[in-house]
């Protein structure tokens, strides 16, 4: 596995290896490395060959008062996670090389980026497609890996690779969850033992409302109602928002037809952490 820090570089060894045929897949991660990375690995191993695995804990997307100083960093357990699972280049980038000195522009996708999340988070999702759009510029990889798990945030760069004509195929990858159905995440590390065992109310309530749409049940407000509930029944989990939403578009939708995102997002002590399902 090579190591490279600088964006230089990483285009060097990229062109090199467009010129010796073969595929590059990227999975853009911060680091904090878990099953649920290491399933887009495989994923992006399995359909290219030669992966690159960055990590960076981007400063544009998180807003003033989040967990950007203390989200979780421990560069030498993932490198080791990283060669294990087969990555070919672990791109870190330094100070400086992702967004270079005095840098101005940022990629927006309008309407899309202030549903759902975006309304907590404002400007979290700007910094997530301009730094999508620089990584994919510098690693110029034939396809990007992605989780399920961030849904809003796969259906926000794909309609940007989209709309900029990127060359690269962005692929979604399933939720990789514990035994008890809680989605691996970062942030799950935030979680005190009380709140650990709390957080998996979380899928277990979307899935109670995909179960409903399952069933028939049309009516998405009779459905959210249902999430709310099973979610209110747990005392540590702090709501922030409960969505029925076009799985394409993410505008809300009154009636399950088609394919919906049930989506929600709660606080559970410091940790915020979301879920989702879909349904149609
Ligand atoms: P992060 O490091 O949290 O920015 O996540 C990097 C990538 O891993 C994103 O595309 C996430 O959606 C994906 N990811 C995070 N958690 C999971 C999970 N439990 N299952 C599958 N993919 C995940």
Request: charged fraction near 25%; hydrophobic fraction near 45%.
């Amino acid at each position: 596995m090579e190591s490279v820090t600088t964006a230089a570089r990483m285009k060097e060894v990229s062109a090199g290896t467009r010129a010796a045929g073969r595929r590059l897949g990227l999975v853009p991660t911060m680091g904090a490395l878990h099953e649920g990375h290491l399933s887009l690995v495989q994923k992006a191993l399995a359909e290219c060959g030669t992966v690159v695995l960055s990590i960076y804990v981007n400063p544009l997307q998180f807003g003033p008062g989040e967990d950007f100083e203390r989200y979780p960093r421990d560069l030498g357990r993932d490198a080791a996670l990283a060669r294990g699972a087969g990555v070919a280049i672990l791109f870190v980038p330094g100070e400086g090389e992702v967004h270079i000195a005095g840098h101005r522009t940022r990629v927006e996708v309008e309407g899309m980026q202030d549903a759902l999340c975006g309304r907590s988070r404002p400007g979290h999702f700007r910094g997530v497609t301009t730094v999508v759009a620089k990584l994919l510029a510098i690693v110029r990889p034939h396809a990007a890996y992605f989780g399920e798990k961030d849904a809003q945030q796969f259906r926000i760069v794909r309609r940007m690779a989209r709309d900029l004509h990127a060359e690269a195929t962005l692929v979604a990858c399933p939720t990789v969850r514990e035994a008890d159905g809680l989605a691996l995440s970062s942030r799950n590390a935030y979680l005190t033992p009380e709140e650990r065992r709390a957080a998996p109310v979380l899928h277990r309530a979307l899935e109670e409302g995909a179960g409903l749409a399952r069933s028939g049940v049309r009516d998405a407000g009779a459905i959210l109602e249902r999430v709310r509930r099973t979610l209110a029944s747990e005392p540590l989990a702090r709501v922030d928002y409960v969505e029925a939403v076009d799985d394409e578009t993410l505008a809300p939708v009154a009636e399950v037809r088609g394919r919906v995102l049930l989506a929600a997002a709660a606080w559970f002590g410091r940790a915020r952490l979301i879920d989702n399902v879909t349904v149609g």
